[in-house]
């Protein structure tokens, strides 16, 4: 019943498709389309919320007579697929809800309207699919929707190139799962879920590789993140806050089902493998972040930032599966499907702010912008409750996830691998140094774009955006917020979950006195957000009381004081580029082979002094470019095939039917 | 309820004595420096007249410029009074364990930077991207300090670590490692020599003076309040799981909390001795040299887990 | 055995780490052979509290010769070079501190993983003596590979050869002919090398060995 309904769901969102179509040259079309795609997303959100609450799960599959007739398509709801509609959901409906408002500025809504639909039911179908058929066309159907999002500004060559970048690393990420599921199937053509659970998986490390490779590259898992700060900014913002923070996610999903369900037993050097990539997906993602001025461009690497993080916990939660270890495995589990679920949260609550400011003043780059929180009051309380949260500063639900993440790494001694004791506790200390860079790509983000004075007019004459937006921010936020000081309940939402996937659960929380959350003993650890901000909001209130009241309230404005060398233009505020010069240089002489050229004219010569910087992505240079040039080369040498005569062609066909025969024949 | 009444005693304590600190460790620097430096209460005294002031604050500061003080005051202060300083079980310790308290000091030094560039002056960006670079490897190597305790101790709750360090007092490679990385963590989050000068005014060598430069009056006083009960916070970190020796157990009785606070201000002042001790040896370093520095204490922490390994306990 | 005998021991084999990680640290020529000397001092202690602990008299003899060679006479010999020679004050780094600091700590970490994972059954205290051992003897080659000076390189060698002896320490039962003979060779490798370094810089001006792969036609 619950499939039925959410496949009604997806139903509905198709048919807003359709008619997006229909109706794009109507003035109020994308404020109706968006509100359809809202109450569809809002409709299956609540049948996946009350399903995973009931713990009625796994609800029974459906058969739908469609795709290869032999197989139709199966449709099935657990508790992950439950977890992972709520995220999905969650975020289309934030996400079109920002849209009944932001989707009134869009030039071309034909280009917008009928895919936006499209790609949530992508996702959801993905989510809901029981076999491999329906999974990996859901896949390739979520993938061509975004791309076709990515290209509604093709007007941009930028953005052209960066639909073409998609479209290729998609498209390969979608070749290695169809691999992965061709060994998972096996020579029987088993393709629905159920019967690849049943048997065992041949070459179950490939499977883990390829699976690796194809989800990890729709993740953004670093070396196959370079299309993922390219396409998701080009979108609309409120796609590309779908992309970030929700189609990243259901990349995690078919990670976690694959691996975590279908695979069978895990080995231990499949979580070897995922930890250390993971590890350096976090920090090359944030560094990479902490060198952008483009808004979002930074937010987009950052993604890649949290991506490694969600890894970390499922590497670990594999680790202690391969071990035996259940309830440690049930914690790490549970670490990195509360971090989806929150980056869900804050990474859209940021991308609708770098809407509003994007429509505010037309500009993304951060250089230009500046001072508007005077004019954008909301839109800045928002987004700085976004960035507190991804910052993972308590009281807020970024810390809580990545606390818990900490607390699993701290389980690992017990781990009989000594590769694993060593290099998990490694693995902690990049975390941790992602974390703090983290925090200061936000004073970055927030400080150049929100505070200071404007370096624009455009900046200056900036205005709050619509109300339908900002009550999309103010509901992220506040559940960023709940999220936070309320983790208890998440985690015992999550309870089924793990149960299903690793056999145990971490305690429940929600019974404990004051709604605090303890991994495994309180004599151990615990941590209770509801305390915390209580406490702090407690002691700013009695602090601002008490000085207002016995000491001075009163208040003179003033010329800035700036050490006595006040300077009334704004060019001499710090920007973002100076902003990250000192981690630029610290580390980005390694990372990046960043490097300054000062160009400075001698006396007398009046033509202005130069400072160039020059940031490297070693990551293309090493991996991508001579895959492109060896592609390009071989292209060029296969070009000769076009002009040969028909009997040459007749000929290639000839000779690769024989060659085919020959190997039937020999091979069986 | 006489948890309770320990975990008051605890707040009030922390920000009676915080100033206390301060005054001590400039009295003494001045003496070591053959001055005769300014009274003990001094800081006080400037507290008090700060917040009588009135405020003058620039012409396009915005609401986070006047709330943020006390933002920022407000969770250095949480995070002080869930360190045990004179006595364990506070009753809120189990609210945050040590990893929660150096975020909670995270989240206070997040709002400074941001303040800093509110204003949209040179130097507020300045101190704040250069804080934030020194934060980007303070903060992991006070992790790596963490996970060598929680890992040695079994719990990164302060109270149990602090139990274990009286039980089963031994001498520990690691222990020691972390340590050292604490202390260098500590001079560099609170912006003492070598890191940073706290008496400086050179534009170009200041760091936090260069994020507080706009504030006056009352905010001011919060922000200056804020940084002497840090310096207090690392000092009783430094207290806590190192030397726990004289803390009053859970529910002692009256004698038991007079050791434990006696026991405190001892270690107090020989950890404000020792720090000045310290910096009137040294001088202060280039910018760029710090994040070597840090880099030390990094080390230190990830060379303090590893070693753990081949230690008897695993 | 005794608890405190063995983190006594532990935390003098675990300081010969962190010195040597030091020794990477440093950037300055003279403040490296101060630190070079304190690794000796701390290695004679170390073997001195072997000879304690394992009962090997011995021991004290390999510990005295450590002492007096190489915390005293190779530091001040190589003081009075760097000053004779009027070599460069500040060392020259193929890769930066940084990384190499990196590389310092992954090769800790592996030496821990191959020796615990070679030596299970053995006696816990000559395990890890074993495992810094082979720290502090990768941390000397990585230093060896790293410096350009031929100063720095001479102490990277000399720090390799006190992980050697650690070793042979920890593994009970070495004769003290052979540990004899060791800081005899280590000796006249050092006299050898010094004369070296006095006929590399009449004949190019420099200690940098980059100038004999220029000599010898390479290029780096």
Known sequence: MPVAMALTGVAVLLGAGLLGIALQRLPGASRLVYLICFVACLAILGVACAELLAGTLPAPAMRLPVGLPWIGAHYRMDALSAFFLVVVNLGGAGASLFAIGYGQHEKAPGRVLPFYPAFLGGMNLVVLADDAFAFLVAWEFMSLSSWALVMAHHTDPENRRAGYIYIVMASFGTLTLLLAFGLLAGSGGGYAFSEIRSAPAALPGVVLILVLIGTGSKAGLVPLHVWLPLAHPAAPSHVSALMSGVMTKVAVYGFVRVVFDLLGPATWWWSILVIGLAGITCVLGVLSALMQHDLKRLLAYHTVENIGIIFIGLGLALAFSAHGMQAPAALALTAALLHVFNHCLFKSLLFFGAGAVLNATGERDMEHLGGLIHNMPLTAFAFLTGCTAISALPPLNGFVSEWLTFQAILLSPALPSWGLKIIVPAVGAMLALSAALAAACFVKAFGVTFLGRPRTPVAADAHETDRASIAAMFAFALLCLLAGILPGLFIDGLAPVTQALVGARMPAQTALPWLSIVPIAESRSSYNGLLVFAFIAFSTLLTVEIIHRFASRAVRRGPAWDCGFPDPSPATQYTADSFAQPIRRVFGAVVFRASERVDMPPPGDARPAHLSVIVRDLVWEAFYAPIASLVAGSAERLNRLQFLTIRQYLSLVFVALVSLLLVVSIWS | MRDLAVQGAQMLLVLVLAPLLLGFTRKVKARMLRRRGPPVLQPYRDLLRLIRKEAVIADNASWLFRSGPYMIFAATWVAAALVPTFATGLTFSWAADLIAITALLGSARFFLALVGMDVGTSFGGIGSSREMMFASLAEPAMIMIVFTVALVAGSTQLSSIAHYTLTNASLRVSLGLALVALIIVAIAENARIPVDNPATHLELTMVHEAMVLEYSGRHLAMIELAAAVKLLVYVSLIACIFFPWGLAPPNGDLAAYATGAAAYLVKLFVGGFLLVLFETSIAKMRVFRVPDFLGIALMLGLLGTLLLFVSRSF | ?220
């Not at chain 3, 060896?144 to 009970?172: D, H, P």
């Not at chain 3, 050898?192 to 100038?211: H, P, Q, T, W, Y």
């Open chain 3, 1 to 220: 055995m005794n608890g405190a005998w063995f983190d006594i021991a532990h935390m003098l084999a675990g300081g010969l780490v962190l010195l040597s990680l030091m020794l990477l640290y440093q950037d300055r020529m003279f403040a490296l052979l101060n630190v070079f000397a304190l690794h000796a001092v701390l290695l004679s202690a170390s073997v001195a509290w072997q000879a304690q602990i394992q009962g090997a008299p011995h021991l004290y003899i390999t510990a005295l010769i450590a002492l007096a060679l190489k915390a005293v006479v190779i530091p001040v010999a190589l003081r009075r070079i760097v000053v004779r020679l009027g070599i460069h004050r500040t060392i020259e780094t193929v890769v930066g501190i940084g990384p190499t600091m990196l590389a310092g700590m992954g090769l800790v970490a592996l030496s821990m993983v191959v020796m615990l994972k070679a030596t299970a059954q053995a006696d816990p205290l000559a395990r890890e003596d074993l495992a810094f051992a082979l720290s502090v003897v990768l941390l000397g080659l990585l230093m060896m590979v790293t410096r350009r000076n031929a100063v720095s390189q001479v102490i990277g060698f000399m720090s390799l050869e006190n992980g050697l002896i650690l070793a042979a320490t920890g593994a009970k039962g070495m004769p003290l002919v052979v540990e004899i003979s060791i800081a005899f060779s280590v000796l006249i490798a050092f006299i050898v090398i010094g004369v070296f370094l006095f006929r590399i810089r009449e004949r190019f001006d420099s200690v940098d060995v980059s100038a004999l792969d220029a000599f010898r036609g390479e290029r780096r």
